[in-house]
C-alpha cells in the first residue's frame, strides 16, 4: 500500500469518506450523461451505468463485454461487479430492500457483499443499493461491515460495526442488534441506546448455503485482504491462493465452496475468518509485518465480532515477511462459535427483517 493511502486510513472517517462523496456524484452524473447520449460512453461510465440500472440489454452487451473481452480479466471482473447490482435487484420478491453497503472497489470484496448476500437469502426479497455520498432520507438497513458512521436516522441496523474504539454514532437509528459490545458501548458513548443483541450476520452463513464439493490440492489456502493484495509473497509448495473479490451471489457461493475444502486457511480478511468459523474450516486471522496498518480501523472490529459471539477476543496474529505459511496450523486456535449462538443469531434475524417488511 502506499504511504499516502496508508495515511488516510486513519483519518476519520467524515473527513475519509469526503473525497468518495464528491467523486461518486461525478461519476453517477456522468454515467446519466453517457446513457443518454450526450457524451461517449467509456468502460467506467459503463460500469457506473450498469450499477445505476442506467443501461437496457443490448448496451449492457455492447458497452460492458464488448470493453471487458478487450481489456482483459481485471476488466471482466468488473464487469460482473456491475452486473451483480442488477442482479439483486432483480433476484426475490419486490419491493426491493433497500441496503447500504461498502459496494466498492470493484470487483467487490466478499466480505463487504456478504451484505446484499445475506439479506436476499434471510427474506427472499430483491436487494437494491442505498448510497451513502449523502445521509439516506428514506428508511433503510445497513448490516455486514464496519459502517457504523455511515448510520444515519433512517437506517435499520442488523450486525453493523464499528471500526475504532471511539466511533461517532447516530443515536437516533434503529438498532436490532449490532456487531459486538465494542459497537455498542460506541453507540453508548454517542448518546445512543443500549443494545445487547450482538452478531455479525457473516457467521450464520452456514445457516443459508450448503457449500458444493470440489477438489482443491493444497495444504494450506491463503486469502488475503483486499489491501495486501500488493505485498510480494512467495508461496512454496503446498500454499495456493484464492482472491477476496467476490461481489455476485454465484461468486460468493464458488468462494465459499473453495474454503470449505480446505485442510487449513490463513486470511488476513475478517469476514473470511468469520466464514471459517461458521463452516468449522480451522483458519488463521493474520496480519503482515510488511504493510500492518493497511486495514482500516484500530482492531476494534476484530475484538468486536470475537467477544459478539462468545470467542475469545484476539488481535489477528503479526506475521514476518518470510513466515512459512505451511507451519500456520500452529497459529489455529481451535476455539469455534457454539452452534446455538449461529442459531439464535439466525433466528433474530429473520424474527426482524419478517416483523419489518410484513405489508
Not at 192 to 204: A, H, N, Q, Y
Request: net charge positive; aromatic share 6%.
Amino acid at each position: 500500500m502506499s504511504q499516502l493511502k496508508s495515511l488516510a486510513l486513519r483519518l476519520p472517517y467524515p473527513m475519509l469518506n469526503a473525497g468518495r462523496r464528491v467523486r461518486g456524484h461525478l461519476r453517477v452524473a456522468r454515467a446519466r450523461r453517457a446513457a443518454q447520449g450526450r457524451i461517449p460512453m467509456t468502460f467506467e461510465h459503463a460500469l457506473e451505468a450498469a450499477k445505476r440500472g442506467l443501461l437496457d440489454a443490448a448496451q449492457d452487451v455492447h458497452w460492458l463485454d464488448g470493453h471487458a473481452d478487450a481489456a482483459g480479466a481485471h476488466a471482466q471482473g468488473q464487469a460482473r461487479w456491475a452486473r451483480a447490482f442488477g442482479q439483486y435487484r432483480q433476484a426475490g420478491a419486490q419491493p426491493a430492500l433497500k441496503l447500504l453497503w461498502a459496494d466498492g472497489p470493484s470487483p467487490g470484496n466478499f466480505g463487504d457483499w456478504l451484505s446484499p448476500y445475506l439479506l436476499h437469502r434471510l427474506s427472499g426479497r430483491a436487494i437494491e443499493l442505498v448510497d451513502d455520498y449523502r445521509a439516506p432520507a428514506l428508511p433503510h438497513w445497513v448490516a455486514v461491515g464496519s459502517l457504523a458512521p455511515a448510520i444515519g436516522a433512517h437506517a435499520h441496523v442488523l450486525g453493523a460495526g464499528a471500526a475504532h474504539e471511539g466511533a461517532r454514532m447516530h443515536r437516533h437509528a434503529t438498532y436490532h442488534s449490532v456487531r459486538g459490545p465494542h459497537t455498542a458501548t460506541a453507540l453508548r458513548r454517542s448518546g445512543g441506546p443500549s443494545v445487547d443483541r450482538f452478531g455479525d450476520l457473516g457467521f450464520i452463513l452456514s445457516r443459508l448455503y450448503t457449500p458444493r464439493p470440489v477438489r482443491l490440492d493444497a495444504q494450506v489456502l491463503l486469502v488475503r485482504h483486499m489491501n495486501h493484495r500488493h505485498l510480494p509473497l512467495a508461496l512454496p509448495e503446498g500454499v495456493v491462493e484464492l482472491s477476496i473479490e467476490a461481489a455476485a451471489a454465484t461468486d460468493i457461493e464458488r468462494f465459499i465452496d473453495i474454503l470449505c475444502a480446505a485442510p487449513l486457511v490463513v486470511t488476513s480478511a475478517m469476514h473470511c475468518f468469520i466464514a471459517c468459523q461458521s463452516y468449522g474450516v480451522p483458519c488463521a486471522l493474520v496480519n503482515f509485518a510488511q504493510d500492518r496498518r493497511a486495514v482500516y480501523g484500530d482492531g476494534t472490529k476484530y475484538l468486536d465480532a470475537m467477544a459478539g459471539v462468545g470467542l475469545t477476543p484476539r488481535l489477528p496474529t503479526l506475521l514476518p515477511a518470510h513466515f512459512d505459511l505451511r507451519t500456520a496450523g500452529s497459529l489455529v486456535t481451535g476455539e469455534r462459535v457454539a452452534a446455538s449462538v449461529i442459531d439464535e443469531i439466525h433466528h433474530h434475524a429473520r424474527q426482524v427483517l419478517r416483523a419489518q417488511t410484513q405489508g
